[in-house]
């Protein structure tokens, strides 16, 4: 059983930087891949970054390379997405999730354990 949880989100300015955290309990988290995703209102959920299960690879949508990087550290079981340079349309509603083995994807299909969310809110 693997639970996935959340930190980090809250109020930004446009332009600002917010870092989101996801501590992953179990003992398969060094190799497994992992993935943030996000939702906002109204609309489905959507791929934003993914990282190999050493971290020497990675994965990231249209809308967010350049400013959004997705870390992690297997010592302490936890992922990170640092968001640089935020937008208003990148308000959503954030998650971690695990995909078995080593490599990543962008389907959500792929990802068996998620995490609750947490919201991202970026003012202009």
């Known amino acids: 059983q693997v639970q996935l949880v959340e930190s980090g989100g809250g109020l930004a300015q446009a332009g600002g930087s917010l870092r989101l955290s996801c501590v992953a309990s179990g003992r398969t988290f060094s190799r497994d891949a992992m993935g943030w995703f996000r939702q906002a209102p109204g609309k489905e959920r959507d791929f934003v970054a993914a990282?190999?299960?050493?971290?020497?690879?990675?994965d990231y949508a249209d809308s967010v390379k350049g400013r959004f990087t997705i870390s992690r550290d297997n010592a302490k079981n936890t992922l990170y997405l640092q968001m640089n340079n935020p937008k208003p349309e990148d308000t959503a509603v954030y998650y971690c999730?695990?995909?078995?083995?080593?490599?990543?994807?962008?389907?959500?299909?792929?990802?068996?354990?998620w995490g609750q969310g947490t919201q991202v809110t970026v003012s202009s």
């Open positions: 990282i190999n299960w050493s971290g020497s690879s990675t």
């Open positions: 999730a695990r995909r078995r083995g080593g490599s990543y994807y962008q389907r959500a299909s792929e990802y068996d354990y």
